[in-house]
């Protein structure tokens, strides 16, 4: 069992930054997969950013278009923790963003990380809102 429980969240004006933490219980960490999905009122549930556990050629990383070159994810396995780094952050990018740990195997995740159903613990989320 996994418990996953972000912070970081709050209000920030347009092309402003703010960093979202998930912190995670558990000894197993590194062994999953995560990812960040957000919720904005009244749209349904979307992904946004993933990082891989380690492998032989270490970790990847998958972004939405809508995020790609201003959102960052990390990870660091010892402080069972994943982060992300929001940069140039606009009023759509307002929402709960959710974080969520995958036990599926690199084979499938390599292509599936964008599916909700791949991520079998998610955390409470965190709001994040952007005034333009």
């Known amino acids: 069992q996994v418990q996953l429980v972000e912070s970081g969240g709050g209000l920030v004006q347009a092309g402003g930054s703010l960093r979202l933490s998930c912190a995670a219980s558990?000894?197993?960490?590194?062994?999953?997969?995560m990812g960040w999905f957000r919720q904005a009122p009244g749209k349904e549930r979307e992904f946004v950013t993933a990082i891989t556990s380690i492998t032989w050629n270490g970790v990847n990383t998958y972004y939405s278009d809508s995020v790609k070159g201003r959102f960052t994810i990390s990870r660091d396995n010892v402080k069972n923790t994943v982060w992300l780094q929001m940069n140039s952050l606009k009023a759509e990018d307002t929402a709960v963003y959710y974080c969520?740990?995958?036990?599926?195997?690199?084979?499938?995740?390599?292509?599936?990380?964008?599916?909700?159903?791949?991520?079998?613990?998610w955390g409470q989320g965190t709001q994040v809102t952007v005034s333009s």
């Open positions: 969520a740990a995958s036990t599926q195997n690199s084979y499938n995740y390599r292509t599936q990380y964008a599916i909700e159903g791949m991520y079998a613990y």
């Open positions: 558990g000894r197993t960490f590194s062994s999953y997969h």
